[in-house]
């Protein structure tokens, strides 16, 4: 062993000194040279956008910038199988030079000595992926900078950065660039799930895509194949008689289409993004499939020009789990889930929720369905008959327009519109119109598809309103309170038992693998069907109509859309679970009967004579903050016709009840009624002495 001080001292000599300097000024050189000339990534960036599903599978890809399907890929995307033949065939050092092979070439030079002529060519993986970054003539000249390119990206990018731009850009045939777009173009699958044969045509093809095409030149792409096969078993990269059991599979005889799922939302999605950007979704893939299967197939039946939309939303975390926009993505690329329709009755269970949700009314309160006018207008039942005297429950169940329209009365149709715009819940109105009025329960408005899922996603999750949730990675918006959890299991409880449509079973003595919650809905005219449902796991909204509005007379949202939406229900798993029991099991709307107070919703007519005082609250306040003393806040109320019953934050208070002790500081809402079910409300904010 050489002493460390002789060592030392040998670098003090001249040459070992100007050894140095010049390694160094190489060094700089390279590191200067490196810096003023990267390397062009340019070809590599202008990739496809790309769609994945939640599990990373291909639902859509667009074409690059030039017109190619030129599909990003990992080498954790691709098949060990075809990495290994690849580096077998192009390149058995690579990652173990620095881009260039000094021995492949010394080889390659003393061939071409001995034969005169080019027998095995020196180009490494590295100096490939340079040629695909800036593809040149081959001269020399071209030679030497596709060498240092290649150093450069090795340095710079690693082993896998260069086999990344192999695997995306390397030519297949035609219009496809990279390994996923050729193995799903001549193999229908994803590069991960290549089989010996399948790889060994992948390999081989770039060597000269056009001449080896399948489907033109069957017979050079089957040769070029088998000759991978065999120098994989020299290699031991597959056994010789797996080898020769490859060589029996056929040849891909024409290009499959790449995917095409859930199309309308991956083009609205790659609109929105960068070019070249990949885009995972939350969509289940397989589910998307049968959905996408499901509406052709309703399609079919339906008369030229009519269409179908459907979505599902996974109700725990408002997973868009499929979305299709029309049954077929040639034929109408317009997104029907996105369009603003007449939604028919489907928004009654939401006036009816919030009549819950105040306890202006009870599933149990009698309600009289008559002729009856409001103002100037006097609305009709779909049926044209009137059917006496009902419970709300029974009233909701059947859609029956008189009582909806009453109930909305009472809640205030610029109320409900207000409390759907805090929640997200876009509703259209004629541009220049009037406020919003109550011809809205009777689907006097514009909705969407989409946002239908959300509110009845939103009943099935206890009144939180939480717009779906399409790309992976997202964090969840803060989720907005439309009712409260008793007057959203209220609705669910009475949707639960409408009858099914014809047949299909549903109800508590029918074996079926869920409890469905569903409305239906048809717009003036027969321009839209509708149905809308929710289990305990998930909700399925479907809209069946003609996109340009023409009328399609006696299609009705029970007979069109509703068994629809039952089929949808079939593609899912089972619910994991009935829905949990309500946090407040002893809240009012859970019985049976209706408090006396709500018995009966009477009619805005008087029978008496002369007509009431407005009720009002008297004390506390509106707006006011209330301080909370031993006996509690005083109740006042005046007007309307006596006796009165207190609502205090959703839970009534006994009898005629003076005072009100709140349980915390904080906002409160206080509601009362008089006997004849009218009401009123104030929020205040309370607060307690000494806190």
Do not use: C
Request: no cysteine.
């Amino acid at each position: 062993m050489i002493p460390l001080p002789r060592i030392l001292n040998s670098w003090k000599r001249p040459a070992a000194r100007r050894a140095l300097g010049i390694g160094l000024a190489v060094t700089v050189l390279a590191v200067a040279a490196d810096r003023l000339s990267p390397p062009d990534l340019g070809r590599f960036e202008d990739r496809s956008t790309v769609v994945l599903d939640s599990d990373g599978r291909l639902l859509r890809a667009f074409p690059s910038p030039q017109d190619t399907w030129r599909l990003p890929t990992r080498p954790d995307q691709v098949d060990p199988l075809y990495l290994a033949m690849l580096r077998t065939v192009e390149d058995r050092r690579f990652g173990w030079h620095p881009g260039i092979d000094p021995l492949a070439a010394l080889r390659a030079m003393g061939q071409w000595a001995r034969h005169g002529r080019v027998v095995s060519g020196a180009s490494t993986l590295s100096m490939q992926a340079a040629r695909l970054l800036q593809p040149k003539a081959r001269t020399w000249g071209a030679k030497v900078e596709e060498s240092l390119r290649a150093m450069q990206l090795q340095a710079r990018l690693g082993t896998d950065g260069v086999l990344g731009i192999y695997l995306t850009l390397a030519p297949f045939g035609g219009a496809l660039e990279g390994v996923t777009a050729a193995s799903l173009a001549w193999f229908g699958k994803d590069p991960v799930h290549l089989g010996p044969a399948e790889a060994a045509l992948l390999v081989a093809l770039p060597q000269s895509p056009e001449r080896l095409r399948p489907d033109r030149h069957p017979a050079a792409a089957r040769a070029a194949r088998d000759r991978v096969l065999d120098r994989a078993a020299a290699a031991g990269i597959i056994a010789r008689d797996v080898a020769e059991a490859a060589k029996t599979a056929d040849i891909p005889a024409f290009q499959r289409p790449l995917p095409m799922q859930a199309p309308h939302l991956a083009e609205r999605l790659a609109t929105a993004a960068p070019r070249g950007a990949v885009i995972r979704t939350r969509i289940d893939g397989g589910l998307q499939r049968r959905l996408e299967a499901l509406a052709r197939a309703e399609a079919e039946r339906l008369e030229p020009g009519a269409d179908v939309a459907m979505v599902i939303v996974a109700n725990a975390d408002r997973r868009l789990l499929a979305s299709v926009g029309a049954a077929h993505w040639l034929s109408r690329q317009t997104d029907l889930t996105l369009a603003t329709r007449s939604p028919g009755s489907t928004l009654k269970p939401f006036i009816y929720a919030m009549a819950f949700d105040d306890l202006s009314l009870h599933p149990g309160t009698l309600m009289t369905d008559m002729p009856q006018r409001f103002g100037h207008w006097r609305p009709d039942n779909f049926d044209h008959d009137f059917h006496g005297t009902l419970t709300a429950r029974e009233a909701l169940q059947r859609s029956l327009n008189i009582p909806a329209v009453q109930v909305l009365e009472r809640v205030g149709p610029i109320r409900f519109v207000a409390l759907m715009q805090q929640s997200g819940i876009r509703l259209a109105f004629p541009p220049g119109g009037e406020e919003p009025g109550l011809p809205l329960a009777l689907g006097g408005v514009g909705i969407r598809l989409l946002d239908l899922a959300t509110l009845y996603a939103a009943l099935a999750d206890g009144g939180r309103v939480l717009p779906p949730s399409i790309l992976a990675d997202t964090p969840p918006p803060e989720a907005r309170r439309l009712v409260g959890e008793a007057a959203a299991r209220a609705v669910l409880t009475v949707l639960e038992d409408s009858p099914a449509p014809d047949g299909f079973a549903q109800g508590s003595a029918v074996a079926r693998a869920r409890r469905i919650a569903f409305k239906t809905g048809t717009s003036f005219g027969f321009r839209d069907a509708w149905t809308v449902g929710t289990s305990a796991d998930y909700t399925v909204a479907v809209w069946v109509g003609r996109p340009d509005g023409a009328p399609r007379p006696g299609a009705m949202g029970r007979g069109t859309a509703a068994p629809v939406l039952f089929r949808a229900f079939d593609l899912l798993p089972p619910d994991h679970a009935p829905r949990p029991r309500p946090t407040q099991p002893d809240h009012a709307l859970f019985h049976r009967a209706p408090p006396p107070a709500l018995a009966r919703l009477e009619a805005e007519s008087r029978t008496d004579g002369g007509a009431a005082a407005p009720l009002r609250i008297l004390f506390p306040p509106d707006g006011a903050m209330v301080e909370s003393l031993d006996d509690g806040i005083g109740l006042d109320a005046a007007g309307g016709h006596p006796p009165y019953r207190w609502i205090a934050d959703g839970r009534p208070l006994g009898g005629e009840t003076r005072f009100w002790r709140p349980e915390t500081e904080g906002f409160s809402r206080l509601v009362v009624t008089d006997s004849d079910g009218r009401r009123a409300a104030v929020t205040i904010r309370v607060s307690v002495p000494g806190d």
